[in-house]
């Protein structure tokens, strides 16, 4: 396999046969080039649903009192569910581990100012759970803590574009801020990734907002996150079991649609993993295709180098030449030609990515590209592929007698 002068017969037959070695290799090339152009776009999808769901923890639920719809157990239909504290304690102490993270959250819109600037923002009243929920960063300072939720503290967490309005080049940490005629401690500052609208929000202990805002226990809605190794279909399922419960506690009819409503993510999630698999199995077939048609190609090449070298073959054996000398010749001719073109056509699949990827965001494909362990299997398939191309025609051909090589026209 190292011997220098096969190596150096390898590479005069390629050299001397350049036109009949560029067409096999094209063959290659432009299958694995299709190959990677397809899987980039495929992963360009899925990067933009990814992004659709924004930076939110992916295994979310969130819970919405709402009116009934239907008169049930002798209450009259219209009345208007509100949730409280306690129903928050309910969920979490009747599912335990299923329940990752939950909070319930008050929403209330406000002014705020400091040192005479002044803007309105959203105020969310929040457990420090939904740090995690929401997937917020600490930029400096600290988040709510359980000791400002039982102190009811006078605290808030502002995020990036609150500081950077009222408090331009000022370290806001310690200061107060005025929230409509209160004032409040800044204890943090927070970002999102999902930019300006999320970081034009106040955060504040639930229990201060209950507190100041209203004297009661009322929530606007539940937050949580369920146990991220259930299944999209075990999740759907949590999700209703909630409902159920609540709809029981709340007297609301089973079929009663809008008295308590629901959004899951593991919906979502369902549908985008249906469609991704779709779209991948069906680039599976059409990648998978066009590298059979390339491998074929190259095996018919080489079946057409065999016959053209019969007699060179006849010569070979009539010399002394072992079968297994030749079918080294032949095969590694084909491994290397079909390693070559296929990592050029591989490097040429990513450029063009690479080239119009910006372009394709205007289809919904954003950052197309192709995996690490993508470009390692396909190379390892070609080498597999090249390998398999020669050896048939190479074995053929190493079973020919020398004298019937001989008189080969």
């Given at each position: 396999?190292?011997?220098i002068d096969l190596?150096?017969e390898?590479?005069?037959?390629?050299?001397?046969?350049r036109?009949?070695?560029?067409?096999?290799?094209?063959t290659v090339a432009?299958a694995?080039?299709?190959?990677?152009?397809?899987?980039?776009?495929a992963?360009?999808?899925?990067?933009?649903?990814?992004e659709a769901?924004?930076t939110?923890?992916n295994n979310?639920?969130?819970i919405f009192?709402g009116?009934t719809?239907?008169a049930?157990?002798?209450?009259?239909?219209?009345?208007k569910i509100?949730?409280?504290?306690?129903?928050?304690?309910?969920?979490?102490?009747?599912?335990g581990?299923?329940?990752?993270f939950?909070t319930?959250?008050v929403?209330?819109?406000?002014?705020?100012?400091?040192?005479?600037?002044k803007?309105?923002?959203?105020?969310?009243?929040v457990?420090p759970?939904?740090m995690?929920?929401e997937?917020?960063?600490?930029?400096?300072?600290?988040?709510?803590?359980?000791n400002?939720?039982?102190?009811?503290?006078?605290?808030?967490?502002?995020?990036?574009v609150?500081?950077?309005?009222?408090f331009?080049r000022e370290?806001?940490?310690?200061?107060?801020?005025?929230?409509?005629g209160?004032q409040?401690?800044?204890?943090g500052?927070f970002?999102?990734d999902?930019?300006?609208?999320?970081?034009?929000?106040?955060?504040?202990?639930i229990?201060?907002?209950?507190?100041?805002y209203?004297?009661?226990?009322?929530?606007?809605?539940l937050h949580?996150?369920?146990?991220?190794?259930?299944?999209n279909?075990?999740?759907l399922a949590?999700?209703n079991?909630?409902?159920?419960?609540?709809?029981d506690?709340?007297?609301?009819a089973r079929?009663?649609?809008?008295?308590?409503?629901m959004?899951?993510?593991a919906?979502?999630?369902k549908?985008?993993?249906?469609?991704?698999?779709?779209?991948?199995m069906?680039?599976l077939v059409?990648?998978?295709?066009?590298?059979?048609?390339g491998?074929?190609g190259i095996s018919?090449?080489?079946?057409?180098?065999?016959k053209e070298r019969t007699?060179e073959?006849g010569?070979r054996?009539?010399?002394?030449?072992?079968?297994?000398s030749?079918v080294s010749?032949?095969?590694?001719e084909?491994?290397?030609?079909?390693?070559?073109a296929g990592?050029?056509?591989?490097?040429?699949?990513?450029?063009?990515?690479?080239?119009?990827g910006?372009s394709?965001?205007?289809?919904?494909?954003?950052?197309?590209?192709?995996?690490n362990?993508?470009?390692?299997?396909?190379?390892?398939?070609?080498i597999?592929?090249?390998?398999?191309a020669?050896?048939l025609?190479?074995?053929?051909?190493?079973q020919?007698?020398?004298?019937?090589?001989l008189?080969n026209?």
């Open positions: 396999m190292f011997d190596w150096r390898i590479f005069q037959s390629i050299n001397k046969n036109t009949r070695s560029l067409m096999s290799g094209f432009f694995i080039l299709l190959f990677a152009i397809l899987f980039g776009i992963n360009g999808l899925k990067n933009t649903f990814k769901f924004g939110d923890a979310s639920i969130i009192p009116k719809t239907k049930y157990k002798g209450l009259q239909a219209g009345r509100q949730f409280k504290n306690e129903d928050r304690a309910l969920i979490k102490e009747k599912y581990d299923k329940v990752q939950i319930s959250k929403n209330k819109s406000i002014s705020a100012s400091f040192r005479g600037k803007n309105d923002y959203e105020l969310r009243g457990y759970e939904y995690f929920i997937n917020n960063v600490v930029k400096s300072g600290r988040y709510i803590n359980q400002d939720l039982n102190n009811n503290a006078k605290v808030v967490v502002i995020g990036k609150v500081e950077d309005e009222l331009y370290n806001p940490i310690g200061k107060y801020i005025n929230l409509s209160i409040y401690k800044i204890v500052v970002t999102d999902e930019g300006d609208s999320e970081e034009s929000v106040i955060y504040m202990p229990t201060t907002t209950q507190f100041v209203g004297n009661n226990d009322f929530v606007d809605l949580l996150t369920y146990n991220p190794e259930m299944s279909d075990q999740a949590f999700g079991s909630i409902t159920k419960v609540l709809k506690k709340f007297d609301v079929n009663d649609q809008r008295a308590i409503r959004w899951n993510m919906e979502g999630t549908q985008v993993e249906l469609m991704t698999t779709s779209l991948t069906i680039i059409i990648g998978f295709g066009t590298l059979i048609a491998i074929v018919n090449i080489m079946i057409f180098v065999v007699k073959i010569i054996k009539a010399l002394g030449a072992t079968p297994r030749i010749i032949i095969l590694i084909s491994i290397i030609i079909t390693t070559i990592y050029v056509g591989l490097l040429i699949g990513v450029g063009v990515l690479e080239l119009i910006p394709l965001e205007v289809y919904f494909i954003k950052d197309p590209g192709v995996s362990s993508l470009v390692f299997g396909a190379t390892l398939t070609l597999i592929a090249g390998a398999i020669g050896y025609p190479a074995k053929k051909a190493s020919i007698k020398p004298i019937i090589a008189r026209d």
